[in-house]
């Protein structure tokens, strides 16, 4: 990979929800499988979000969402995102996400969704895999 641009993620805890241990943990991993990890901290609106996501260029939007907010959060990204131009910069969530919640979110654009207990190394490979790296 010598040479080539690493993937770059925004991980991001929209919303009201305070506990990011979970989002940590994922950063962690994404930083030691090489990835360059912007974590932008706790309770970021929709707006700050898309905005750090352009400033900073990134391929991948992690969200993570324990609030039960995730409908209205996630649709306010993904209308920004469209807003910006950025359909092209992959969307995953994690969190505590009700099954029935899953196909409309994917309906809106999000490429992946991860509940409790995921490994790191499944979010990694999907990640590499959407961006289209075998690192």
Do not use: N, W
């Amino acid at each position: 990979m010598t040479g080539e641009r690493k993937i770059r993620v925004l991980v991001a805890k929209p919303g009201l929800d305070g506990h990011d241990r979970g989002a940590k943990v994922v950063a962690r991993a994404l930083r030691d499988a090489g990835m360059e990890v912007i974590y932008t901290g706790l309770r970021q609106t929709p707006e700050m979000i898309v905005e750090a996501a352009l400033q900073e260029d990134v391929d991948v939007i992690g969200l993570s969402i324990l609030s039960g907010a995730h409908m209205a959060l996630v649709s306010r990204v993904m209308e920004l995102l469209r807003e910006h131009g950025m359909e092209d910069v992959v969307v995953l969530l994690g969190g505590i996400i009700p099954e029935e919640d899953i196909a409309p979110l994917k309906e809106m654009g999000v490429d992946a969704i991860f509940t409790p207990g995921t490994s790191t190394a499944e979010i990694v490979r999907l990640i590499r895999e959407r961006c289209g790296t075998d690192e």
